[in-house]
Every structure is written in structure tokens, then in C-alpha cells.
């Protein structure tokens, strides 16, 4: 009991831990700046076992009993996105193969972008940020030749977005607008089967008025499981650890990342920033799809990191319809 009322200051450093916990396990965090917090969920998890052996070398045993329980809650939290066992066998099925990429406002080296759709061959790409001048240097590099296929809207910093694609496609209504242009199409397959692709990129909530911005974005996105499947892919400026980005892999997805238990490595910001690496980008798709294999990939001259996803249809148009 000495020992506990002695080295009482050790709970200054429990609590936050302890509030943060019942936040991210209940779902609490709405609004700035929680929303904004929460993605540092992981460092939180590593802070919250180092309190805990702070506590137990202090013998204050009941903030090592808090911290320790903090600690179980938090690695239970994280547990899916490192143990993965989703994935599914490409034999037999067709696949489809979803590169986003992030060009950081345009400031993205283009050719090696297209050095990396030469060598993981997407059969759509996803751009966010897209500028005219990236546009006009994706052309000058050779990306229409990838690419016969494209949905694109330029614009100023962040705004832009484009899809580009081996296969047919249909621009559709976007789904969700809200700030940045989020590209919505239908890709059809050589078998005449459907899917549906959003590149998703919703302003960050890192400012107070664009908290209820980056959430309208998130509840505006197709829910999945009826019609031809969607893939969502992009930055979704969300990690696994915000309430309304776990709602939106509810409503029928499965997270490539999350599937393959790569869902902690790191998507941005991938070099020198005053925050730590979080995983922001990803690559959702249809749980009437498999995750055959997932990577995240470096994009020199960007903030982000590019994502990819191989994802295997369905084997028959039946197994395909029995989410309608």
C-alpha cells in the first residue's frame, strides 16, 4: 500500500490510457478531434503495455491491473488486422486486380507509377489527387496505352480523381460528393459479369468543419451485397479504429488488408511528417468476392504509399447473385 499511495503519479498516465480504451472499444469517438485521434490506436496499444510494466516495477497494482486490461482490449482490437485468414485461392477463378495510388496533389513521380503498373499489371487503377499537370504527364508516360479506359475529373490540390482501365467500363453517378471528386464506374468482364469500382477519397477530418464532412462521405458510399459487386479503393483518410470506417466495412465488405493480416502496415505518410505511419488507404471489396492477395506498395514522390488487391470472382453467376 506504500508502494501505491508513493507512486501514485503512475495513474497519470493510466487514465488517458483508460479513457482511450473505452472510446475505441465502444465506438465513442464522433467529432473533432477524437476522430482525428483514433488512427494512433496502435501506438496507444504499445504505450498502454509499457504503463503497465511501469506499474508492476512501481507495485502499484491496481493501475497494473487497469493498464494490463487496457492493454488486452486495445491488442484485441488490432488482433484482425495482423492474423488475417481470409484469403481464398485464385485456381479456378477469375480475378481482378485493383492497384490506388495517392499522387500527393500531382506531385508523384508519373513514370514510376507506370513502372508499377507494368509490373503488378492492374486491370484498374485508382488515382487520388489527380492534377491536369499529373494528367497530361500520365499521358506523356504512356498510361493510355495501359489504360484504354477512363473516368477522370481534374482538379486543383487534392480534388481530383480517376479511374483507369484494361477493361470496358461506365461512368456511373458518384456515389458519395463531397469536396473531392470520388470517380464512380461499371467495369464489364470478357464473360459480360459486372462490377462496380468507386475511387474513394473523402476530405480528412482533421479540421473541426470537416469531421461531419469526412462522415457524410463514409455513410455515402454503396453499401454491398446486391446488384454487381462494388469495390472501394482509395484513401480513405480511415483507419480500422474510427467508428464510422468499421460501419462502412459492415455494410458488406471485406478490407484486402484486414484479410491477408497486412492490415497495420503503413500507408502514410511515407516519408519525413510530424506524425506517426498510419494505414489510411485501402481496398474494400464485396464479401461475395475472396481476397486472394494483398501488398502495399512504395509511390516515390508521394506522401502515400499505393495499395493492391487481388480479388477472385465469384465461380459461378449463381454464388454471384445469392447476395441479391
Not at 165 to 182: D, N, V
Not at 273 to 293: E, Q, Y
Request: charged content about 20%; some cysteine; proline content about 8%.
Amino acid at each position: 500500500m506504500r508502494s501505491a499511495r508513493r507512486y501514485w503519479w503512475i495513474w497519470l498516465a493510466v487514465i488517458p490510457v483508460l479513457a482511450w480504451t473505452v472510446i475505441r472499444v465502444f465506438g465513442l469517438d464522433s467529432g473533432f478531434p477524437l476522430e482525428t485521434m483514433l488512427p494512433f490506436t496502435p501506438y496507444v496499444a504499445a504505450a498502454a503495455l509499457i504503463v503497465a510494466g511501469v506499474a508492476v516495477a512501481l507495485e502499484n497494482w491496481a493501475a497494473a491491473a487497469v493498464a494490463a486490461l487496457a492493454t488486452v482490449c486495445l491488442a484485441a482490437a488490432l488482433a484482425p488486422r495482423l492474423v488475417g485468414g481470409e484469403t481464398v485461392s485464385a485456381s479456378g477463378r477469375e480475378t481482378i486486380r485493383v492497384l490506388a495510388a495517392n499522387v500527393y496533389h500531382g506531385k508523384a513521380d508519373p513514370q514510376a507509377l507506370v513502372a508499377l503498373v507494368d509490373r503488378l499489371h492492374p486491370d484498374v487503377l485508382s488515382v487520388e489527387e489527380l492534377t491536369e499537370g499529373f494528367s497530361r504527364k500520365l499521358i506523356a508516360a504512356g498510361l493510355p496505352r495501359r489504360f484504354p479506359y477512363a473516368v477522370t475529373g481534374a482538379y486543383g490540390g487534392a480534388a481530383g480523381g480517376g479511374l483507369f482501365s484494361r477493361l470496358p467500363l461506365r461512368e456511373l453517378p458518384p456515389q458519395a460528393s463531397y469536396a473531392f471528386f470520388m470517380p464512380t464506374a461499371e467495369l464489364q468482364l470478357p464473360d459480360k459479369r459486372r462490377f462496380r469500382l468507386v475511387g474513394v477519397h473523402p476530405f480528412p477530418p482533421e479540421r473541426p468543419h470537416s469531421t461531419e464532412t469526412w462522415e457524410e462521405a463514409l455513410e455515402g458510399l454503396p453499401s454491398a451485397g446486391h446488384g454487381a459487386p462494388w469495390v472501394l479503393a482509395g484513401d480513405f483518410n480511415a483507419t480500422f479504429d474510427q467508428a464510422p470506417f468499421r460501419e462502412l466495412v459492415g455494410r458488406g465488405y471485406r478490407d484486402a488488408g484486414e484479410a491477408t493480416g497486412k492490415g497495420l502496415e503503413p500507408t502514410f505518410p511515407r516519408e519525413a511528417h510530424l506524425i506517426p505511419p498510419i494505414t489510411i488507404d485501402h481496398v474494400l471489396a464485396d464479401r461475395r468476392l475472396g481476397v486472394v492477395s494483398y501488398a502495399v506498395e512504395e509511390l516515390p514522390g508521394s506522401d502515400h504509399r499505393a495499395v493492391f488487391a487481388v480479388l477472385a470472382l465469384p465461380r459461378t453467376k449463381a454464388e454471384l447473385n445469392a447476395g441479391r
